[in-house]
């Protein structure tokens, strides 16, 4: 008896100690980002940091605006999930209303493999791939056009294309799931009343999956936010502003290659750019909170 | 059941514990045998008088030299542990000038001194050259480059390869990061600071050999000593970037690494004089090349 007493006392213990490792862990990051990038954004000025496009940050009068990086942050996230989401979700409804069950596992165990591909490796892929194939493309838009500088390939579109594919995994296997939790009595009773199995999809099983849903596009937003190492290799990296054939940089990228070298408030910088990073993380975050409450009230 | 729980989980954490220790363990033991090793090619090298060296020398100055600083102090400390060198990068300007007040032994600058300069009583002694490279890809005909061309290329004046007596090719500007010593001595060197437009900004010197090289009409630049074939290096004003152009004076795209002294090496303190001694040594020399440079005559 009291043997296991012990037990459970050191076995809750333990589950306790686990717990509170995650949670210290996000607290101290939190206290780490604010502590490290608040100074930068005091000294340089908020506006002068996060409305300015002018990034110069060795030049004898440096100016440190990121306006241009947060821009291609939000448009290569956004078109992504733009082009990401709807085919994750079409697939998904393959995935959970049509398919055969053979079909089926082929495409759900091709999905998974998506999702287990490293991210330096979508990013090789696009530039061995993607990047000539965008150069060719550049040059036969822009075809003696002597304003726009050619990017030999890496820009947006380039960026955008890996990661809407890199976002496909977490739309699909959430969505298929929150699809395959739908009662099937619903279906059974659509059916029943007349619709056509296109009609029951669309207008009774996605919208009572929609917390579902919408909890795997929040997610994939978050991956295409956090997204460095392939965007880093396929974007070009030059701080422009965000149109389709330039040669662009955001966030994450932007931590990434000029951490290395640099110094004073040019590092102090680059923590500012990864608080503004992490802020919209947590802004994402509180999103999916709030849209899974609402699936909840739902129900 | 419960009992082999527990059993399990106390063995998880002695096993934790375990590879952690074997961890530590090993990188200390690999320590040991680096530091082991440059203090043994130390004595065989050099002078011995060595072991009783102790005290402080200062170096303020360019920050291009950051790389060389850090990794010739790290190696010289490591020789004579009783000795600490402290390395301000303030500019090539602001070190000779703490040189001048005497603030600091040693006034780094990547560049040569001026006339002022020399007139406070600082003295050039150069350390180590820089030597960048300008390289296209492959099917680049164009073989010289004048320096005004490559400013005008890279402020994006000059944006196909037709106008220099090449292809008709856009020309792809790729650069390094803000905050890179290649870039930095490039942009220094063609006085184009902070006024080149980009096409890619590559993080390192791998990257951009690897994307000239994979990128019809491109052109980059990287450390001379990294070239290989996989791209073509252009000449600039007529002067191939070679080593003995570098060493003769002649290629625009270098420049030298000056540890300038307030008045001759010998008349400088111990400290002083072995740290000279140490660049000139052959450990000192490694260190040079270990970082890209080129070793003056």
Redesign the interface.
Known sequence: MKKKAIIEKTARIIFLVCAVIAIFAVCSITVYMFIKGAPALKKVGVSDLLFSNKWQPTAKDPSYGILYIILSSIVATAVSVLIGVPIGLLTAVFLSEMAGKKVGNIVGSTVELLAAIPSVIYGLIGMMVLNPFMYKLEKSIFAGDSSHQFTGGSNLMSAIIVLAIMILPTVISISTSSLKAVNGSLRSASLALGATKIQTIFKVVIPSAKSGILTGVVLGIGRALGEAMAINMVAGGAVNLPLPFNSVRTLTTQIVSEMGYSSGLHRQVLFTVGLVLYIFIMIVNYLLLKARRKGCMDE | M??G??TA?IAAGMMAVALTGCGSKKTTNNDNGTTGDSAAKGTTASSQASADLSGTISLAGS?SM?KLCEAMSESFMAKYPGVTVTVE?TGSGAGLESLAAGSVDIGDASRHLKDDETASGSVENVVALDGIAVITDKSNTVADLSSEDLAKIYT?EI??WKDLGGNDE?????GR?????TR?AFEELLDV??SC???????STGAVLA?VG?????IGYVSLDVVDDTVNAVSVDGVEPTEEQILAGKYKLSRPFVMATKGEISEQNDLVKAWFDYIKSDEGKEVIKAVGLIIPE
């Open positions: 419960k009992k729980f527990l989980v920050t950051e990068y994006g944006t196909n856009a020309i792809v500007v790729l990061e803000a905050g890179s010593g930095d600071k902070d437009t980009y096409a890619q900004e590559l993080d994307k994979s990128t019809t009409g491109a």
